[in-house]
């Protein structure tokens, strides 16, 4: 049974400052998902991770996918108030088409 | 666009009675899933389905059912609610096995079983 786990799972951290959440996940995977979740709202694409060594970059954001460590990484820079969301990855085994396996999501404030 | 539509948004049922959440998408995609969102616990796959007459069930299928009669359109039924069923209903599509592309989420429907 596929596992995606995620650290930390709240993270409250100021404006400025850089922070990275991690999400590990225990059988082979050809391609892991981060999404954002606002409050009372539905989930938004952030990225998609398709091989080992995949970095993508938008805006405060970089995520990055090593799998041979089964492990992504989404990393924030200079963090901003309208980053505050929770965030999810989500990871699709090898040999299940199209299905996701969510993370518990991290969900992030960031505070003035 | 539409993109993916989830009706209705909220609803309240009594334990023991059955309704159906509706999803319907107008991009022509072949996978199609219903998860529910709990706190502390993500979103879980309840049904799925990579085209029409074909489902198959999730990590949490029991108490729902699910049939693919269209391309567009993916209910969810709920056969005898049961409070344990309280949560948010989230419906997905993509294109199936295509890596590049993620699941588009419709907007959610929140649900409460007294």
């Known amino acids: 049974e596929l596992k995606v786990e995620q650290n930390p799972l709240f993270l409250s951290m100021q404006e400025g400052k850089n922070y990275t959440i991690y999400c590990n996940y225990s059988t082979t995977s050809d391609r892991l998902y981060w999404y954002r979740q606002d409050p009372g709202k539905s989930l938004e694409s952030l990225f998609v991770l398709l091989s080992n060594g995949a970095v993508k970059q938008e805006g405060r954001l970089m995520a990055s996918l090593d799998t041979k460590a089964r492990l992504s990484t989404l990393h924030i820079t200079a963090a901003v108030h309208d980053l505050s969301a929770t965030y999810f990855c989500?990871?699709?085994?090898?040999?299940?088409?199209?299905?996701?396996?969510f993370g518990e999501g991290t969900q992030l404030t960031v505070n003035p | 666009n539409a993109g993916v539509t989830q009706t209705p948004k909220f609803q309240v049922l009594k334990t023991g009675q059955s309704m159906t959440l509706q999803c319907a998408q107008d991009m022509n995609h072949e996978y199609m899933s219903w998860y529910r969102q709990d706190p502390g616990m993500g979103l879980r796959l309840i049904h799925y389905?990579?085209?029409?007459?074909?489902?198959d069930q999730g990590e949490v299928p029991n108490g729902y059912n699910v049939s693919r009669s269209t391309t567009e359109d993916f209910p969810l039924r709920l056969l005898s609610a049961a409070p344990s069923q309280t949560s948010v209903y989230f419906c997905?599509?993509?294109?199936?096995?295509?890596?590049?592309?993620?699941?588009?989420f419709g907007d959610g429907t929140r649900l409460s079983i007294l």
């Open positions: 389905s990579v085209g029409a007459g074909i489902t």
């Open positions: 997905a599509s993509s294109r199936n096995r295509v890596r590049n592309q993620p699941q588009h």
């Open positions: 989500a990871v699709t085994p090898s040999t299940s088409g199209s299905r996701l396996t």
